[in-house]
Nanobody, 124 residues
């Protein structure tokens, strides 16, 4: 059974940084794209960032470009999201996701496994 566990969320002030981690168990992630999504209260889940199987291709939500960096360590079966210059509008529950595909996808429906989420709260 594939399980994804996020960690690293918390309460921070605007301008601070956080690093989210997503550890996968139950299978390796060497040949799989992965992604981060977020959902704020009263809003739909939205794409944040994705990374392909090799880590050489990434894609970001426009509002986080230049502030967030997605990365992966397949040997550790773990994906990361470095979040810098955080803003109050980044406040949300952040989810990591695993896809059978090699290539990145922005479509949440193309991810097969999801974590339970980690809360990020940014105060102004």
């Amino acid at each position: 059974q594939v399980q994804l566990v996020e960690s690293g969320g918390g309460l921070v002030q605007a301008g601070d940084s956080l690093r989210l981690s997503c550890e996968v168990s139950g299978r390796t992630i060497y040949n799989n794209a992965m992604g981060w999504f977020r959902q704020a209260p009263g809003k739909e889940r939205e794409f944040v960032a994705a990374i392909n199987w090799s880590g050489h291709t990434t894609n970001y939500l426009d509002s986080v470009k230049g502030r967030f960096t997605i990365s992966r360590d397949s040997a550790k079966n773990t994906m990361y999201l470095q979040m810098n210059s955080l803003k109050p509008e980044d406040t949300a529950n952040y989810y990591c996701a695993f896809a059978y595909s090699l290539d990145i996808t922005l479509n949440s429906g193309e991810y097969q496994y999801w974590g339970q989420g980690t809360q990020v709260t940014v105060s102004s």
